[in-house]
RNA sequence: UGCUCGAUGGUGUAAUGGUAGCACAAGCGACUCUGACUCGCUUAGUCUAGGUUCGAUCCCUAGUCGGGCAGCCA
């Protein structure tokens, strides 16, 4: 079992340009609701980039009763895998769950396009499954291959497509430049008969990949390049995840992308911008198809750039193939199964998302604007104990061997009636080593020869002697424990400086502990000629660490405060019962940071 | 040098013709049984030049700078 954490306050809703135009849009009734969509192709894994898209269009269907659908963007054979549409179903739902899954739009399994007749014109719907529905999946542009086709057909019959002869090559050579115009394809004035004709031969399998394609018959001498004669369908002999051996021809993004919001009854087709030069295609497709019902609309806003990040799925899958990093899900990844492993809530990634807002700027977020979201949420919401990274052994010459006192440990302080556990103050104790120094720093509120500390939830203790061993290495600090400072006690008001944290050697548990930190040294990785040169080497720190007892049993999914170190998690996929593991999740801020 | 999108403190984002605000970051201080959290304070901004207007971050013109586009990828 695992523990979701949405415990945190939802941010108000924003406010952005799109959310402006679609609020537009109800107030003078254009559309029966709103209808979103989430479009990734199955190629790899969700990241923090489709995160901030996620956000958006669930946001926008969720703040006005509509709905968002999952859909496969899958037109692609050659570079998809159903490893991917399992883990984007995986991603999106921990994304969204405790928020917008209301809002979420599946299909009933095997569901695909009704065709019907609306007005005498022919129509395409692909419709969200009914409430209930017991088995539900994502919407696939591939299921939409056949009536994709029948438009084609259609865009041919009414004289708006062509096949084209033209090689690659050629085809790239007659398309022109951005500062030339292109030139007619010897075969643009091929007869509609003909077309047709070439076009069932292509979907039949006859002709070799690349010899022969679909093309629009829009304006050659545009200058938007999109719109010189793009090509709607290229013959490609492979199989397809989802349609297996059917097709040998598939559709391009530019012509499956707005049928299928069409089909889906889109209302707002959200995208990045280096598809704004697409738009005008988008539209003049839907347009040339004379379609029955309204017609979807494309809007574009700049995608995520993070400091010290990359966000590009071409880029992750390097890191991947090259062993960069262990896998997809490696918690250093910016993807949103890395984040999850590591420990960040979804509702963080949300916030976050609400956070940097949408806008046509491209824009480098500061890395520490995320950092803040997981912080903030994780302070709110996070159990403390107490756990020892790097310990240095402590002895209470006043106490007993064996002797236990039981002390009394806050749950969490941010809660509004704080709950408490037990833990055992012994002989032996383990405090962190950074939590002593034998020639202490100026304003060093820790422990120092002579000085006095407090152990947290347990009493203050003065240092009396250091032990060193024959190269003179510190073995153990012999201390006094004053136990009249103990909650209760008769000096429990005394102040010292310095709190530090703690735990029994005798009552905790070996750990490994992973800290992570970011993967890249510099704030833009992207903009390197070749960003592995740019990996930070201390990415990760692999260390045994010395946890309060109660950790052994800790829940995966659940993310702890280590008191004065950072949130930390057991990994969900390697963590052993008898053998934990536990990811770090982020450092507590450290103003004192020498 | 075709088309296209953009430019507000260090960063990100509000203000759409009427007091330039918020968040992050940074600095200082208070508080503290987490050097955390919280609270208070401080630093700091409308790319340039014209124009319209009583009034311009906002509208217009020109410029400057930056992003995107020439896959049978999405």
Same mark, same amino acid.
Request: a neutral charge.
């Given at each position: 079992?695992?523990?979701?954490?949405?415990?945190?306050?939802? =941010?108000? !809703? *924003?406010?952005?340009?799109?959310?402006?135009?679609?609020?537009?849009?109800?107030?003078?009734?254009?559309?029966?609701?709103?209808?979103?969509?989430?479009?990734?192709?199955?190629?790899?894994?969700?990241?923090?980039?489709?995160?901030?898209?996620?956000?958006?269009?669930?946001?926008?269907?969720?703040?006005?009763?509509?709905?968002?659908?999952?859909?496969?963007?899958?037109?692609?054979?050659?570079?998809?895998?159903?490893?991917?549409?399992?883990?984007?179903?995986?991603?999106?739902?921990?994304?969204?769950?405790?928020?917008?899954?209301?809002?979420?739009?599946?299909?009933?399994?095997? !569901?695909?396009?009704?065709?019907?007749?609306?007005?005498?014109? @022919?129509?395409?719907?692909?419709?969200?499954?009914?409430?209930?529905?017991?088995?539900?999946?994502?919407?696939?542009?591939?299921?939409?291959?056949?009536?994709?086709?029948?438009?084609?057909? #259609?865009?041919?019959?009414?004289?708006?497509?062509?096949?084209?002869?033209?090689?690659?090559?050629?085809?790239?050579?007659?398309?022109?430049?951005?500062?030339?115009?292109?030139?007619?394809?010897?075969?643009?004035?091929?007869?509609?008969?003909?077309?047709?004709?070439?076009?069932?031969?292509?979907?039949?399998?006859? +002709?070799?990949?690349? @010899?022969?394609?679909?093309?629009?018959?829009?304006?050659?001498?545009?200058?938007?390049?999109?719109?010189?004669?793009?090509?709607?369908?290229?013959?490609?002999?492979?199989?397809?995840?989802?349609?297996?051996?059917?097709?040998?021809?598939?559709?391009?993004?530019?012509?499956?992308?707005?049928?299928?919001?069409?089909?889906?009854?889109?209302?707002?087709?959200?995208?990045?911008?280096?598809?704004?030069?697409?738009?005008?295609?988008?539209?003049?497709?839907?347009?040339?198809?004379?379609?029955?019902? *309204?017609?979807?609309?494309?809007?574009?806003?700049?995608?995520?750039?993070?400091?010290?990040?990359?966000?590009?799925?071409?880029?992750?899958?390097?890191?991947?193939?090259?062993?960069?990093?262990?896998?997809?899900?490696?918690?250093?990844? *910016?993807?949103?199964?890395?984040?999850?492993?590591?420990?960040?809530?979804?509702?963080?990634?949300?916030?976050?998302?609400?956070?940097?807002?949408?806008?046509? +700027?491209?824009?480098?977020?500061?890395?520490?604007?995320?950092?803040?979201?997981?912080?903030?949420?994780?302070?709110?919401?996070?159990?403390?104990?107490?756990?020892?990274?790097? *310990?240095?052994?402590?002895?209470?010459?006043?106490?007993? =061997?064996? #002797?236990?006192?039981?002390?009394?440990?806050?749950?969490?302080?941010?809660?509004?009636?704080?709950?408490?556990?037990?833990?055992?103050?012994?002989?032996?104790?383990?405090?962190?080593?950074?939590?002593?120094?034998?020639?202490?720093?100026?304003?060093?509120?820790?422990?120092?020869?002579?000085?006095?500390?407090?152990?947290?939830?347990?009493?203050?203790?003065?240092?009396?002697?250091?032990?060193?061993?024959?190269?003179?290495?510190?073995?153990?600090?012999?201390?006094?424990?004053?136990?009249?400072?103990? =909650?209760?006690? !008769?000096?429990?008001?005394?102040?010292?400086?310095?709190?530090?944290?703690?735990?029994?050697?005798?009552?905790?548990?070996?750990?490994?502990?992973?800290?992570?930190?970011?993967?890249? @040294?510099?704030?833009?990785?992207?903009?390197?000629?070749?960003?592995?040169?740019?990996?930070?080497?201390?990415?990760?720190?692999?260390?045994?660490?010395?946890? #309060?007892?109660?950790?052994? #049993?800790?829940?995966?999914?659940?993310?702890?405060?280590?008191?004065?170190?950072?949130?930390?998690?057991?990994?969900?996929?390697?963590?052993? =019962?008898?053998?934990?593991?536990?990811?770090?999740?982020?450092?507590?801020?450290?103003?004192?940071?020498?």
């Amino acid at each position: 079992m695992t523990v979701e954490n949405n415990a945190a306050p939802a =941010p108000a !809703a *924003p406010t952005d340009f799109i959310r402006d135009i679609v609020a537009g849009h109800i107030a003078e009734k254009r559309y029966d609701g709103i209808v979103t969509r989430f479009p990734p192709e199955p190629n790899g894994y969700l990241h923090i980039g489709h995160a901030k898209s996620i956000c958006l269009n669930f946001g926008i269907a969720l703040e006005n009763g509509g709905r968002c659908n999952l859909r496969m963007d899958d037109t692609n054979p050659t570079k998809e895998d159903v490893e991917y549409v399992d883990s984007i179903i995986a991603d999106v739902k921990w994304l969204v769950s405790g928020w917008a899954d209301a809002h979420l739009g599946f299909k009933a399994k095997g !569901a695909t396009t009704a065709k019907r007749e609306i007005n005498g014109r @022919t129509d395409y719907y692909a419709a969200p499954a009914a409430p209930g529905t017991p088995a539900v999946e994502p919407f696939f542009a591939s299921d939409y291959f056949d009536a994709l086709h029948a438009c084609a057909v #259609e865009l041919i019959k009414r004289g708006k497509a062509y096949v084209c002869d033209l090689s690659p090559a050629d085809t790239d050579a007659y398309r022109g430049s951005p500062d030339q115009p292109g030139k007619d394809s010897p075969f643009r004035t091929r007869s509609v008969e003909e077309s047709l004709a070439l076009f069932e031969r292509m979907r039949a399998g006859e +002709f070799p990949n690349g @010899t022969r394609s679909l093309r629009a018959k829009i304006d050659m001498a545009s200058p938007n390049i999109w719109l010189r004669d793009p090509l709607l369908y290229r013959i490609r002999h492979a199989d397809h995840h989802q349609t297996g051996s059917k097709w040998r021809i598939y559709p391009l993004y530019d012509f499956a992308h707005c049928l299928s919001d069409y089909f889906e009854g889109i209302t707002h087709s959200i995208c990045t911008l280096e598809f704004v030069d697409h738009r005008a295609l988008y539209d003049w497709i839907l347009e040339a198809l004379d379609l029955p019902r *309204p017609l979807p609309h494309q809007y574009e806003f700049a995608k995520l750039n993070l400091g010290y990040t990359l966000v590009s799925k071409r880029k992750l899958l390097q890191l991947v193939q090259e062993k960069i990093v262990s896998g997809w899900d490696d918690p250093r990844m *910016p993807t949103i199964s890395g984040l999850r492993r590591r420990g960040v809530p979804a509702a963080a990634v949300r916030h976050f998302a609400y956070n940097i807002g949408i806008t046509k +700027f491209d824009s480098l977020t500061d890395v520490a604007v995320f950092e803040h979201a997981i912080r903030e949420n994780l302070n709110a919401t996070a159990q403390r104990r107490l756990g020892v990274l790097r *310990p240095i052994k402590i002895v209470l010459t006043n106490l007993a =061997p064996g #002797e236990v006192i039981e002390c009394d440990a806050t749950n969490n302080p941010q809660d509004e009636n704080p709950t408490t556990r037990k833990v055992a103050l012994t002989r032996e104790v383990f405090i962190e080593s950074d939590d002593f120094a034998e020639v202490p720093p100026p304003k060093y509120f820790r422990l120092k020869p002579g000085g006095e500390v407090r152990l947290k939830y347990a009493c203050i203790i003065k240092l009396d002697e250091i032990v060193k061993d024959a190269s003179g290495a510190i073995t153990e600090l012999r201390c006094t424990a004053d136990l009249t400072t103990r =909650p209760g006690g !008769a000096n429990v008001e005394k102040k010292v400086k310095g709190t530090i944290h703690w735990v029994s050697a005798s009552h905790c548990v070996d750990a490994e502990v992973r800290l992570y930190d970011r993967l890249f @040294t510099v704030p833009e990785p992207a903009a390197q000629e070749d960003f592995t040169k740019f990996i930070n080497p201390r990415s990760l720190e692999v260390i045994t660490a010395k946890l #309060e007892a109660s950790l052994g #049993e800790a829940l995966p999914g659940q993310v702890f405060q280590l008191e004065r170190t950072g949130y930390f998690t057991q990994d969900a996929k390697e963590s052993r =019962p008898g053998k934990p593991v536990f990811n770090r999740t982020i450092t507590l801020k450290d103003t004192w940071a020498k």
